[in-house]
């Protein structure tokens, strides 16, 4: 069925702005807090209170659009969306309709090691509204919700893709990619777990080769990266085997349930309301000039496919290795300033992919809260450089430092690791494993020259790790001949 039918996905993408006040009152949008305690008159929507924008939003949202290739509206305005809901005090969300702040832009995907182009459509700023609280786990099993407002009035960017997408792989690669933008733009912490950042998936499936679009649902608030993937994934199979058992889509809003794997209908379409928009009358409309747009493009941070490009081009990295160390700005980071404190690229590269990656994932940290500052990795790689200690001792040396936040330098000096690098101490070492296996030491007289390998082992056994392995093989080669 999967190929007698083709998915057509859009997202809708909801991700809460990391300013510290509201977008248009000064309470703070700090997340929990005792209920009801980050509200104001205005957050409330108590009659007569005004809103005040706050500039940072708009600030954020040029930012997110440019980075995003879309044209910033020199005049654009805010509209009420008019619903009831208790969560929205007002009876309106204040958002934006007609003349949105960023229009036709797009993002490049990487899916299966191909790129592709994602059209998005419109960026606007919104209010967020309140959260209910239910008596029961669910709001049908509850006899009472109570209604919390600390989060009304947070900002909001809804940002709306073109139907580009075609698989919940697509959907995932764009939401991640989006994600990392949002992050390295540090507008938003991007946090799907805490709401921080939620989307909205228009699906619908036709058959492959035609143009005209199926009748779509939408799939409300998924909250996960494989959730995102999961639920379009179900969503397509199941509006296919609709189709082919001869029954047809109905236009509806769903919910994903990740503990069962599926979505579930919640209302028709039609049975929603007409928002019956119009023009914010307690706002003025917002005018950007042009010097502001451009002081914001001069002021955007590297972003992660131009940070991967210098990694491959500077840092000589694979492509894959700089795409994994630059999905998070603060792991790009720590490669960059343990290279600056004077680190060989791929040298650092490996240790932050391998021994690094693992205590960090084992702690649950990021690269920023590493126990190893760049500038001590990159002083333990001088001293296997220098060669007084080898790599394996520095597998040894890096925890010492996570665990105790000391330079390797020091370590070293304390724990005694230093390289053999004396001959005489080796050579006496070497003398002693030969004498010690004769049938390795017969093997490679007899021409096996793999047999040198497990009497390197032994001598390294021997040493601790400490002898120079180069040395070691030297000598060895050396004794065997005679
Ligand atoms: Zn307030």
């Known amino acids: 069925m999967s190929s007698k039918y083709e998915t057509v996905i859009g997202l809708e993408v909801h991700t809460e702005l990391k300013t510290k006040s509201k977008i248009f009152c000064g309470c703070t949008t700090e997340f929990g807090g005792d209920q009801n305690t980050h509200v104001c008159p205005v957050c409330l929507g108590l009659p007569g209170a005004m809103p005040v924008l706050n500039k940072k939003v708009v600030e954020f949202a040029i930012k997110v659009g440019l980075a995003l290739n879309c044209d910033i509206l020199h005049f654009n305005k805010f509209d009420r969306k008019n619903y009831y809901y208790p969560d929205l005090p007002k009876n309106y969300q204040t958002s934006q309709y007609d003349l949105p702040i960023c229009l036709n832009g797009h993002l490049d995907i990487e899916v299966n090691g191909e790129t592709k182009r994602i059209g998005i459509t419109r960026i606007h700023m919104e209010e967020d509204a309140g959260k209910l609280v239910h008596s029961g786990n669910t709001i049908s099993d509850s006899n009472s919700s109570n209604v919390d407002y600390n989060r009304t009035g947070v900002p909001l960017l809804e940002i709306v893709s073109e139907p580009d997408i075609r698989s919940g792989a697509e959907a995932k690669a764009y939401v991640e990619k989006l994600r990392s933008i949002l992050q390295y733009l540090e507008v938003s912490d991007g946090r799907m777990e805490e709401g921080s950042l939620r989307c909205d998936c228009n699906v619908s499936v036709r058959l492959r080769g035609t143009t005209e679009f199926g009748t779509r649902t939408e799939t409300k608030n998924v909250n996960s990266l494989t959730g995102i993937q999961k639920a379009i994934e179900y969503e397509a199979l199941r509006q296919a085997k609709l189709i082919e058992a001869g029954g ?30 119009f023009p914010e009358p307690d706002l003025v409309p917002i005018v950007i000039t042009d010097e502001e747009i451009e002081a914001a493009r001069n002021a955007l941070p590297e972003l992660q496919d131009a940070k991967i490009a210098r990694f491959v081009s500077e840092y000589d990295l694979s492509r894959e290795d700089a795409t994994i160390l630059t999905v998070a700005k603060v792991t790009a980071n720590y490669l960059d300033e343990a290279v600056n404190a004077g680190a060989d690229p791929k040298t650092v590269s490996n240790w932050m992919l391998g021994d690094l990656s693992k205590m960090i994932n084992e702690n649950n940290l990021t690269f920023a809260q590493s126990k190893v500052s760049p500038e001590n990795l990159a002083g333990m790689i001088a001293l296997i450089e220098k060669g007084t200690i080898s790599g394996k001792i520095a597998k040894k040396v890096i925890v010492s430092m996570w665990e105790t936040g000391k330079d390797a330098d020091t370590i070293v000096k304390e724990e005694g690791l230093v390289q053999i690098t004396d001959t005489g101490a080796i050579e006496e070492i070497v003398k002693q494993v030969i004498a010690n296996n004769p049938q390795p030491v017969e093997d490679f007289k007899g021409g096996n020259g793999k047999a040198i390998g497990f009497l390197v082992g032994q001598v390294m056994k021997e040493s601790k790790g400490r002898a120079n392995p180069g040395l070691v093989n030297e000598l060895l080669q050396k004794f065997l001949k005679d």
């Not at 503990?259 to 039609?270: E, F, H, V, W």
């Open 248 to 277: 047809k889509v109905d236009q509806e809003t769903r919910t994903w349930d990740d503990a069962q794997g599926i979505t579930l209908g919640m209302r028709k379409k039609d049975e929603e309301n007409d928002y019956r928009y």
